[in-house]
């Protein structure tokens, strides 16, 4: 429906068990009332707008500012707004808005909102998804007769008084979404100008009140969908308002709209839950679910690129994909190494084309080896990259986002190729949908490798357009070959994001293969994203990123907990790892569809050695918990293990299905129940729990629960 507006109105959303109840007023910006559990249908709306206004406090305007949802220079909100344009012909930096329309639609609301006077009109879209997860975003218009420069185009979350703690996540290479916990009682600010979401800052944060845990506590899980530069505020004002601010980081001049043309800010996803962290966590899975649309198991992979890295070589290339197929692996992927000239990392980028020598038939031969031996084939690109050692670059040093005028800095000896450019994006696009055409290739890894620097491909900053023609360019991938799976790599996990998951199935969770480091890595990308786009491989027996040694039982075990793959050479494997490795294969095959449909519960343990991740399907009649000790327990026994979300009066069965080697040195004879056949409902299972073995650090248990038989 579309409506005029002349006097407070009130609009309410139910949906997937959460309330959003808004108001509008005719001089300002909408309000958020409410958002969370759902609420009666009963209920008073105009009643709630009434005792959430606040007292007149001395030395304040006559009519204090209510935090709005676009927060209004131009009404009197000193903190930081929602929207900031400059202009050169009208006062566009103190905005005061005016709802105009509401359209209810599908996605909730869009509601059309309009400032005379600075000639701008905003389009802001709000409603709770089929996940549970709430969706925000801004369109800015420009309807007047000069160009304006957009400087900040936020969407913004009021927050409840009593959330004064956050997490916050930061990384690094190799070691990506680590968290910490800390006091909210200031302004946060955190931004990524990378060009990319960023191994040091993913744009997510999680707001509650104290003392939230995994399992307790009202708590707020916001994410921004966008790939490339991002700015996050979480602020306390002065008056005791508290919100949270997201949006694109717009780089000077970047962004500029002339007469008729518009600019939308990336989705900002909410999640709300009254359980703790489990609880926003399964609705940003549920979320993710419903973009990837997977139609099938995840298959088990095998990369080649810690076996060979740029030695490729035709007959030992095929020698693998045997070896793999004999443990059960089910897609192969070819990695850096296989175009033309590519021998190392200095030279080649750019110039997709089968490398001859290595290939002197193409790659058919190998992709007809891995389809003989029942595998899907995959192949790693980095289409956004260029060397200055290539045909391409030599051709067209024009194409690379960089200023002409400055000396370019190489970063890992390449350059990022400007896809905003029109004739380098049909180029790129060309030789992509060329390959796809002559080969039989079912998945390509999509990689990109820097950051960017000075991103320009004339004096304009370019950094906006290039993330938008990337997206672009993923969309017509996906348009013209549907059943193509696209993973997002970026060194590891410097892409991994809601906006690049609307045309990808997987991330490249980490570079770090160490199993130790990779249970943090896993913890942390878990918050949001659910285990079956979690890219999690086998490596050798010493890590590449590390030099750590695990054996194969804990690396296996802390891989089988996302999309198990394989990255090692299997040549090289002894046949008590190739038949270890073949049992967890299978093991991961037995349990996967639980896995990536499950509700996944994070269990901590109350020294910090251990880790549980509990997977539990929507009938809770199955789980699987997977315990892992990180490090030696504080105490001689562990914690017991304490199972939720079970139904208290089912009786379940619990199997020991798989575990590291139990050590001798550390425990006389197991528990006594390690060799029975233990039935318990779920009230015991939750309130009383396992009493574990003890266990090496660095080893893994695996225990399914599922209804017994009656």
Known sequence: MSRALNTMNYVRQDCAGKTLILALPDQGAPELLYFGEELPAHTNIESVYLVLSSALPNSSLNEPYRLSLIPEAGRGWMATPGVEVFSNELAAWSLAWEVHTVNENVAGFAIRLEDRHAELELIFQIGIKESGVLGLSLELINTGREPVQVVRLASTFPCLSNFTQKMSFYGRWCQEFQHQTSQWNDTWIQ?????????????????????????????????????????????????????????????????????????????????????????????????????????????????????????????????????????????????????????????????????????????????????????????????????PDSALYRAHPDWVLELPAKEHLLFRNQLVLNLANPDAYVAIRGRLFDLLNHYDI??????????????????????????????????????????????????????????????????????????????????????????????????????????????????????????????????????????????????????????????????????????????????KTEGLAIYSQLAMPKRVHPDRLRLPALEALSLYRVEVIAHSPMPSHLMQQKPAWWQQKIQLNGASLERVGIQLPVMDPESVLLLRVSVADV
Request: proline share 4%; glycine share 8%; with cysteine.
């Open 442 to 619: 079912d998945y390509i890894k999509w990689d990109m490798n820097r950051d960017y620097v000075s991103p320009s491909g004339d004096i304009h900053p370019q950094a906006l357009a290039q993330v938008t023609a990337l997206y672009r360019l993923l969309g017509e991938l996906n348009d013209a070959f549907p059943e193509l799976e696209i993973e997002s790599c970026a060194s590891g996990g410097a892409r991994v994001d809601f906006g690049i998951l609307n045309y990808t199935k997987r991330f490249w969770t980490s570079d770090c293969n160490d199993a130790l480091e990779r249970q943090t890595i896993q913890r942390g990308f878990s918050y949001f994203f659910p285990p079956e786009v979690m890219g999690a491989h086998i490596g050798p027996d010493k890590s590449h990123t590390t030099s750590r040694i695990h054996d194969v039982v804990f690396r296996a075990g802390t891989a089988i907990q996302g999309h198990l793959g394989i990255e090692w050479n299997l040549l090289q494997a002894t046949d008590e790892q190739k038949s270890n490795i073949a049992d967890w294969i299978e093991c991961y095959k037995a349990h996967r569809e639980l896995m990536h449909s499950a509700n996944l519960y994070r269990l901590p343990s109350v020294d910090g050695c251990a880790q549980t991740q509990w997977y539990l399907n929507d009938e």
């Open 191 to 387: 931004e990524s100008r990378y060009g990319r979401s960023g191994h040091e800052n993913f744009p997510g944060v999680v707001l509650g009140e104290s003392n939230f845990s995994e399992q307790t506590g009202e708590v707020v899980g916001a994410h921004l969908a966008w790939s490339g530069n991002h700015s996050l505020r979480a602020d306390v004002a002065m008056t005791g308002e508290r919100y949270l601010q997201a949006g694109a980081l717009y780089l000077p001049g970047e962004e500029v709209l002339h007469t008729g043309e518009s600019t939308k800010t990336p989705e900002l996803l909410i999640a709300h839950s009254c359980q703790g962290l489990n609880g926003v966590s399964q609705q940003f899975h549920r979320e993710a679910r419903a973009r990837t649309k997977l139609t099938k198991p995840r298959p088990v992979h095998i990369n080649t690129w810690e076996a060979f890295y740029f030695d490729h070589d035709l007959e030992q290339l095929c020698l693998l994909a045997s070896r793999a197929a004999e443990v059960g692996v089910e897609r192969y992927i070819l990695d850096d190494g296989w175009f033309k000239g590519r021998n190392d990392d200095t030279s080649a980028l750019g110039d997709w084309y089968v490398d001859e020598q290595k290939y002197p038939n193409g790659l058919t031969p190998l992709i007809d080896h891995v389809k003989s031996l029942g595998m899907e084939f995959g192949l790693w690109v980095e289409p956004e990259m260029v060397n």
